[in-house]
T-cell receptor, first 113, second 116 residues
Framework: AQSVTQPDIHITVSEGASLELRCNYS??????LFWYVQSPGQGLQLLLK??????LVQGIKGFEAEFKRSQSSFNLRKPSVHWSDAAEYFC???????????FGAGTRLAVHP | GAVVSQHPSRVICKSGTSVKIECRSL??????MFWYRQFPKQSLMLMAT?????????EQGVEKDKFLINHASLTLSTLTVTSAHPEDSSFYIC????????????FGPGTRLTVL
């Protein structure tokens, strides 16, 4: 069965520090992978996606993610975190004929000044 | 572009009543819409997939008769929570797939349902 694992429930970083959020997936075929961000009480905003091609994907707000098939991972990175990046981050894999999204449990990011 | 709206954003109702939530794609046509449920500090769980003009496909464990989904047009899907109870209180989020965008779902801002 398809699944997504985000090992870190909660991460705290200092503003200006680098960030890496981990995501591992289980999927039988070539996965469609996504990272979304959710601010409190709001819907989801797509940060970036991977369908095929270059395994290093650039997204909005200075985020990037790297698809590593050998490790079944799609980790999200940002070189310098801003206080406004504090939010919940969800990794997801697309599954099925209608591309149903299966979400990880999420990682809550806190940013210290 | 690719904006999805939900109405209402918040709703409080009494136990036993029914509540309808609307999901609209404002600037594109969506043959497929999805309804998710999110409990506090948890991930999104897919409830059902809604296809325009046909019956919704519900995920295992989701009661079809309790969560009625209608997708009458390419820009509107509705979720009706029938005979709501406190355990139905949750954050309901819809998403819409654009016809010309094979895999991308665009998410609405969510509806907070509180059943007293």
């Amino acid at each position: 069965a398809q699944s997504v694992t985000q090992p870190d429930i909660h991460i705290t970083v200092s503003e200006g520090a680098s960030l890496e959020l981990r995501c591992n997936y289980s999927y039988g075929a070539t996965p469609y992978l996504f990272w979304y961000v959710q601010s409190p009480g709001q819907g989801l905003q797509l940060l970036l996606k991977y369908f095929s091609g270059d395994t290093l994907v650039q997204g909005i707000k200075g985020f990037e993610a790297e698809f590593k098939r050998s490790q079944s991972s799609f980790n999200l990175r940002k070189p310098s975190v801003h206080w406004s990046d504090a939010a919940e981050y969800f990794c997801a894999v697309g599954s099925g004929g209608y591309n149903k999204l299966i979400f990880g449990a999420g990682t809550r990011l806190a940013v210290h000044p | 572009g690719a904006v999805v709206s939900q109405h209402p954003s918040r709703v409080i109702c009494k136990s036993g009543t029914s509540v309808k939530i609307e999901c609209r794609s404002l600037d594109f046509q969506a043959t497929t819409m999805f309804w998710y449920r999110q409990f506090p500090k948890q991930s999104l769980m897919l409830m059902a997939t809604s296809n325009e003009g046909s019956k919704a496909t519900y995920e295992q464990g989701v009661e079809k008769d309790k969560f009625l989904i209608n997708h009458a047009s390419l820009t509107l899907s509705t979720l009706t929570v029938t005979s709501a109870h406190p355990e139905d209180s949750s954050f309901y989020i819809c998403s819409a797939r654009e016809v010309l965008s094979f895999n991308e779902q665009f998410f609405g801002p969510g509806t907070r349902l509180t059943v007293l």
